[in-house]
């Protein structure tokens, strides 16, 4: 196995872990089962995937549930779900947009 590829297995078991350790990676895989996209804002994200009553370290403002999806990126794709951050059309709201990639 080269070094790249024992790099590469090392990488995906971190962010695996770092997503088996997060309230909120759950959520969203919960959320987007059973649904190719969802889209909204982080307002709606948060409204819609916070449960009752919220785990210790849940993000409690929209901005805060933003980085933290930032940080959970590379383990979700890695688990076959693109977050993409984007602007309305009209440029008045700030969406995210959540979709299983195929095969997954």
Same mark, same amino acid.
């Given at each position: 196995?080269?070094? $790249?590829?024992t790099?590469?297995?090392?990488?995906?078991?971190? *962010?695996?872990?770092? $997503? #088996?350790?997060?309230? +909120?990676?759950?959520? @969203? !895989? +919960?959320? @987007?089962?059973?649904?190719?996209?969802?889209?909204?804002?982080?307002?709606?994200? +948060?409204?819609?995937?916070?449960?009752?009553?919220?785990?210790?370290?849940?993000?409690?403002?929209? *901005?805060?549930?933003?980085?933290? @999806?930032?940080?959970?990126?590379?383990?979700?794709?890695?688990?076959?779900?693109? @977050?993409?951050?984007? !602007?309305?059309? #009209? !440029?008045?709201?700030? +969406?995210?947009?959540i979709?299983?990639?195929?095969?997954?």
């Amino acid at each position: 196995m080269s070094t $790249l590829e024992t790099y590469l297995r090392a990488t995906a078991s971190a *962010q695996t872990s770092v $997503l #088996d350790s997060s309230h +909120l990676a759950a959520a @969203i !895989r +919960l959320l @987007i089962e059973g649904r190719s996209t969802w889209e909204g804002t982080a307002t709606e994200l +948060l409204a819609e995937t916070t449960p009752n009553p919220a785990p210790r370290r849940w993000p409690p403002t929209p *901005q805060h549930l933003s980085g933290e @999806i930032k940080r959970l990126q590379p383990g979700l794709r890695v688990v076959g779900i693109e @977050i993409e951050f984007t !602007r309305s059309s #009209d !440029r008045t709201a700030r +969406l995210i947009t959540i979709t299983k990639t195929p095969g997954e």
